[in-house]
């Protein structure tokens, strides 16, 4: 083909077959991260249907996307959920330890105050560092 004679029709299908190529790129990934992520596959169910999408890619995607289709979403909102517990989990054990941590803090400050280990200016001025 000369290069010269690339038209604009071509320009639109060599861009469309690009897409589509991206688009069967993503559903491979996505069927092999649902396939991996199931639970109620075994380990040989797993593997044939990664064999079948491999061997078969067409017919093993479209397959796949009849028999197990209705499940991928659920199963991503169940992983959705875990990463938001997760999240919360951390968030509420760095509060609570970071807020902890000030008042233990400031209870042995108020302890070796009232021993007298402390004088007044430092009592306050270790308080307000404890607290900030």
């Known amino acids: 083909m000369n290069l010269l004679a690339y038209d604009l029709v071509d320009v639109f299908w060599s861009m469309l077959w ?7 790129i993503y559903l491979f ?3 092999l991260t649902d396939i991996f992520r199931s639970h109620d596959l075994s380990g040989w169910g797993k593997s044939l249907w990664v064999v079948f999408l491999i061997v078969l890619p067409l017919v093993g995607a479209l397959a796949y996307l009849i028999a197990r289709g209705g499940g991928i979403a659920e199963r991503q909102r169940d992983v959705d959920r ?14 609570v330890t970071s807020g902890h941590t ?8 108020a302890e070796l105050h009232e021993r007298g280990l402390l004088t ?13």
Not at 82 to 95: C, L
Not at 102 to 109: D, F, I, Q, S
Not at 120 to 127: A, G, L
């Open 18 to 24: 690009f897409f589509l190529f991206l688009m069967w």
């Open 29 to 31: 990934v996505v069927l």
């Open 82 to 95: 875990q990463k938001e517990a997760a999240f919360r989990s951390y968030v509420n054990d760095v509060a």
């Open 102 to 109: 000030r008042g233990v803090e400031v209870a042995k400050l």
């Open 120 to 132: 007044d200016e430092e009592y306050v001025r270790q308080r307000r560092r404890a607290l900030a």
